[in-house]
């Protein structure tokens, strides 16, 4: 709504509709459809929190939504208005000017200053352009003002002040302020009245009724450039106009003091700039900023105001120096700190007393603790808590409340040390009460994972969902417990400053508790206690032991030997443990790092399944001496060969088998020489073994001809990826009679890899019954499954899969984690339907029905660029009267948004032409390609200029005479050359170089050719500079069709020419739930 004094902001009234926005948006649907239109400016004074939980939602306009035809419109409109001269330069100029002014603003501004130019001399149109485009407003604007001198630096400074605290301000306004200032100094008299016409008249101020706005960014920079050119009138004039703002305001108003804020809130960004204020207006904005804060309504309002009181209150007002020593606290230190670190305060005795005896202080601490504390992004110190304790002695249950406030699960999780050393400070805290509220945290995140989250858990695993959503969902449960987790570390910490651990044995939250602890003493550097990790190791259960083994290893004496050796020897340890073993037996092994002494003496107490996962665990895991790649493979592999040496005949055998496996040498070569008593071993240990132990071991045992086919249930039974893909390959290999069975149960298994690598291998079966279990594969919920069922019909080409791949050409399923919300280029990634277009092009025909959804799939409007392309490399080869027109429309295609110089499907569209003509299928190239073909970037011309020259004809006669000239010697040459490579039997056309490629061409190797002849060539082919317009797609076709070697790398001429993207990089990225493939998109 605009206020009486021309500014926009929210009323009291729409409040309450923009805080319910997010939850509006989240219940959309198919049948419940939003749209929702709001300014920037506007959205943006709503708060960065409410912006934050949009963003998602959010379409900004750019300026590709306006288009050539529509600026086009607009430029002739607004034409329509000037006139005299003007009116003849806006026709002259105007094809010049849309070329280069995209925006509705640019084109207003040169058309406005087309009026002021002298109708004898006008400036050359690039001249006016430049002048007009919003890179150059700023610095216009501040050419214009700076002759001026000090008048117009204090014009300058008295509109960027007003406008940049308000937005938008009633003109007679700036005459009332001027007044003020007059009175303050009647020295400053700027001809505020007149630069403000001329800034209008330039489209640099837009005038609404009354009121009074910038008309773009730009101009605020230009103001702002043109006063810091005289940086100490500038300081001088700004403190004026807050003094003449504060005294506008009445007795009952404060629009002026709040204006005069705003404007310090910006000045003090001004580099070199410290505004001087009237003892009355600092008097006045104290009690301002201090009203600001005891009457702030939501938590955000009371932490700014706040921070406005540390920053612009005075010395003087006790709220202020409060707020200094809340917010400031004491001087920075050279300590890195990765988020801005509260330190406490130098106080005297004389600041403690005064400030707790005054009676505001109450008021704001306890706001502070309930309403900063828990959300400010500033790391405080927890001594910020006896410092807090000590002005408020009552401001225990203040702390408490944060508490609940951060116990969560998930919400805010600021400061939590700080929080819980506040709740339990005194002499007799209250710990119990602290560890079960964040126990309650931590039970309901418990209840969250099973109910509401499993679900969504196994869809982001599986890829179901998009991948930005499977990141969101899969980073979730770590927030869910972040809270607790953190305070319950705090609680232990400060307990055991008082007494120690040993009160964890009994506590009912133990297991929590000693999680806290473990994570606690492992992230310390101080030696702990060797009586505290025993203590936390004799009790520690199920999960909890890997925490507490973690914390010996990062603390690790020969104190815990006799524990870690009970811990190798016990049965059914999770991996993670086990892996975290072998590491602290190499350290327990110093100097020589070598755990293999250690497992010698474990291995004759252990059972032989429990020796040969050690066999295991020692060659999975890396030790800091092993070296990386290559170096590390052999030194594990060695290391696991000396642990199978330990063991008896004939676990030997095995033991050696699954190192041999493991470091991925053939199968049959490591079952080759496997003697009777250890194949008859082998197959009595499978339904016992450790599943990723008996996972490598059933496939060689498949192969000696064990039947596995109870191991294989037992694997895919379990629900494990990796367990399951095992027994799938196991099966495969197995030869009796039973293990196609069970290999097709897999088609049923919950996890993607599993059904996947079961639909592959019973599509190498070939078994006819099989054909409609792997055609529903196609309806598979992963997205990862759908990808490899239309990759293998690409190579097989079922006649009955058409109709399905046609289908998933509309598959939406986003594999990018670039959730777009960076500067730069970003675009979603449908594999699956770029597949399935794929797919449909290797087929040699396909069905009229099949090729119109190809060329709807070019047309469509969707996130993915990119299976456009795919669909229209699909047609290039295919026989169809629309392709040829289909191909020339997609070559006029825009650009990508963000990156109009990057044309992914006219790229496409070129190559498809290209390609269409060697296919020798009907291929007309329309004016406008051939105009694309002479003048167009490369990457769209090179296969352009290829097609011509496949085609021949009248296309080639046309283009040729477009080319001649010096400035297109290169892409004659290639299409010259493409001419030649595709009627080469023409050979009384060619002379010289032509006539040796058409040799070449005919089917004469390169070996063949004479010295002589090889080195006319040679010579003219070294000259090739790929990097030089089209010279890459010559050398190219002189490399990959006509044998003749090139010097320099051509690389993939196919390539799509993208614009640079900034990596996106999420906690799933580094997970076995990661997307499959590579990590930036090249668009195929």
Not at 87 to 97: F, I, K, T, V
């Amino acid at each position: 709504m605009r206020d009486p004094w021309g500014g926009n902001r929210l009323t009291p009234e729409a409040e309450r509709w923009t805080g319910e926005l997010p939850k509006l948006l989240s219940s959309a649907g198919p049948e419940r459809k939003f749209v929702v239109t709001s300014r920037s400016d506007v959205l943006q004074s709503a708060g960065a929190e409410l912006t934050k939980e949009l963003t998602p939602y959010m379409v900004p306009i750019e300026i590709d939504d306006y288009g050539s035809e529509r600026i086009g419109r607009i430029y002739d409109g607004i034409a329509g208005d000037v006139t005299g001269h003007a009116r003849s330069l806006a026709r002259d100029y105007r094809e010049a000017a849309l070329k280069a002014l995209h925006r509705p603003y640019e084109v207003d501004r040169f058309l406005v200053a087309l009026t002021r130019e002298d109708a004898l001399k006008p400036r050359k149109v690039e001249e006016i352009i430049s002048d007009s485009q919003i890179d150059a407003i700023s610095g216009v604007i501040a050419k214009q003002i700076v002759p001026l001198g000090a008048e117009g630096v204090a014009g300058a400074a008295v509109i960027w002040a007003l406008l940049i605290a308000r937005g938008a301000v009633l003109r007679d306004v700036f005459a009332r302020l001027l007044r003020r200032i007059r009175v303050i100094d009647s020295t400053v008299r700027p001809d505020v009245d007149g630069m403000i016409d001329f800034l209008v008249a330039g489209r640099n101020l837009r005038q609404d009724g009354r009121s009074l706005s910038l008309y773009h960014p730009k101009v605020e920079e230009g103001l702002r450039m043109a006063f810091m050119r005289q940086r100490v009138e500038a300081e001088h004039v700004l403190s004026l106009v807050v003094d003449g703002l504060a005294a506008l305001d009445a007795q009952s108003d404060d629009w002026g003091i709040e204006s005069g804020l705003a404007a310090l809130r910006e000045a003090a960004k001004l580099d070199g700039i410290e505004l001087s204020l009237a003892s009355t207006t600092q008097a006045q904005l104290d009690d301002h900023l201090e009203k600001k804060a005891t009457d702030a309504d939501r938590r955000y309002d009371f932490e700014r105001a706040l921070a406005d009181l540390a920053r612009f209150g005075s010395d003087a007002h006790v709220p202020s120096r409060l707020a200094q020593a809340l917010i400031d606290g004491g001087p920075e230190t050279e300590e890195t700190a990765f988020m801005e670190r509260w330190r406490p305060p130098a106080l005297s005795e004389s600041d403690v007393a005064e400030l707790k005896d005054d009676a505001r202080t109450a008021i704001l601490v306890e706001r502070f603790v309930r309403e900063v504390l828990p959300f400010a992004r500033t790391n405080y110190d927890p001594a910020v808590a006896a410092l807090l304790l000590q002005l408020v002695p009552g401001i225990a249950p203040a702390f408490w409340d944060a508490l609940d406030t951060v116990a969560g699960p998930g919400g805010p999780n600021e400061n939590i040390e700080a929080i819980v050393a506040g709740a339990c400070a005194g002499d007799s805290p209250d710990f119990d009460r602290a560890i079960t509220r964040f126990a309650q945290s931590e039970a309901e995140a418990d209840a969250w994972m099973e109910k509401e989250y499993a679900e969504q858990g196994r869809q982001a695993e599986e890829h179901e969902v998009d991948a930005v959503a499977a990141d969101h969902i899969l980073e979730e449960p770590q927030e869910r417990y972040y809270n607790a987790q953190c305070g319950m570390k705090e609680i232990v910490k400060l307990r055991r400053r008082r007494g120690g651990l040993s009160w964890i044995v009994g506590h009912p939250h133990r297991q929590s508790l000693i999680s806290a602890a473990s994570e606690l003493i492992g992230q310390s550097r101080r030696r702990p206690d060797s009586g505290d990790l025993r203590l936390l190791l004799q009790h520690a259960e199920g999960w909890t032991r890997a925490a507490a083994w973690h914390a010996v290893q990062q603390h690790w004496s020969g104190d815990f030997a006799d524990l870690l050796e009970a811990e190798l020897a016990k049965e059914n340890l999770g991996s993670g443990l086990r892996g975290t073993l072998i590491e602290i037996a190499a350290q327990s092994s110093q100097p020589s790092g070598d755990p293999v002494s250690l497992l010698a003496k474990i291995i004759p107490r252990v059972t032989t399944e429990r020796q040969l996962e050690l066999v295991y665990d020692v060659i999975r895991t890396s030790l800091d001496s092993d070296g990386r790649g290559e170096a590390g493979k052999v030194a594990r592999r060695a290391r696991a060969q000396r642990v199978c040496d330990i063991l008896g005949a004939p676990v030997y055998e095995c033991g050696r088998l699954l190192v041999a496996l493991l470091s991925e040498e053939e199968i049959t070569a490591a079952t080759r020489n496997m003697s009777e008593s250890a194949t008859n071993l082998l197959a009595s240990l499978l339904p016992t073994l450790s599943n990723d132990v008996a996972g490598p071991l059933v496939c060689a045992a498949a192969a000696i001809g064990i039947d596995i086919d109870a191991a294989a249930e037992r694997l895919l039974a379990e629900g494990d990826a990796d367990d399951g893909t095992a027994a799938v390959h196991a099966l495969v290999i197995s030869r009796k009679p039973n293990a196609q069975t069970v290999l097709r149960k897999a088609f049923g298994h919950e996890r993607y890899p599993v059904r996947r690598a079961a639909l592959e291998a019973v599509m190498q079966l070939g078994a006819s019954q099989d054909r409609d279990r792997i055609l529903g594969a196609a309806n598979d919920r992963s997205a990862d499954v759908r990808l490899a069922w239309a990759r293998l019909m690409q190579e097989y080409r079922w006649p009955e899969a058409i109709d399905a791949l046609v289908k998933l050409l509309s598959d939406e399923r986003d594999f990018s984690s670039d959730p777009g919300y960076l500067r730069g280029s970003s675009w979603s990634e449908f594999r699956v339907a770029r597949a399935a277009a794929r797919a449909l092009g290797a087929y040699e025909q396909l069905p009229e029905d099949a090729v119109t959804a190809l060329l709807d799939a070019i047309q469509a409007e969707t996130r993915d660029p990119f299976v456009a392309c795919a669909a229209i490399a699909a047609l290039a080869d295919k026989d169809d009267d629309r392709i040829s027109d289909a191909i020339n429309v997609a070559l006029e295609s825009s650009g990508m948004k963000c990156a109009p110089e990057h044309r992914p499907l006219a790229q496409a569209a070129a190559w498809s032409a290209f390609d269409r003509a060697v296919a020798n299928k009907p291929m007309q190239l329309s004016s406008t390609a051939i105009g694309m073909a002479n003048e167009d970037s490369p990457v769209v011309a090179g296969p352009l200029l290829m097609a011509a020259g496949v085609l021949g004809g009248e296309t080639q006669k046309v283009l040729a005479r477009r080319l001649e000239g010096p400035k297109f010697a290169a892409r004659a040459a290639l299409m010259k050359v493409c001419a030649v490579v595709a009627e080469p039997e023409r050979d009384t056309e060619f002379t010289g170089l032509e006539s040796i490629l058409a040799e070449l061409a005919s089917g004469t190797e390169w070996k063949d050719l004479s010295k002589k002849r090889q080195a006319e060539v040679q010579g003219w082919s070294d000259s090739l500079d790929p990097s030089n317009d089209v010279e890459r797609f010559t050398a190219w076709v002189l490399d990959s069709v006509l044998g003749v070697p090139v010097p320099r790398e051509v690389g993939d001429p196919r390539a799509f020419h993208l614009p640079q993207r900034i990596g996106v990089m999420t906690m799933r990225s580094l997970s076995p739930a990661r997307e499959e493939g590579p990590r930036q998109d090249d668009g195929f």
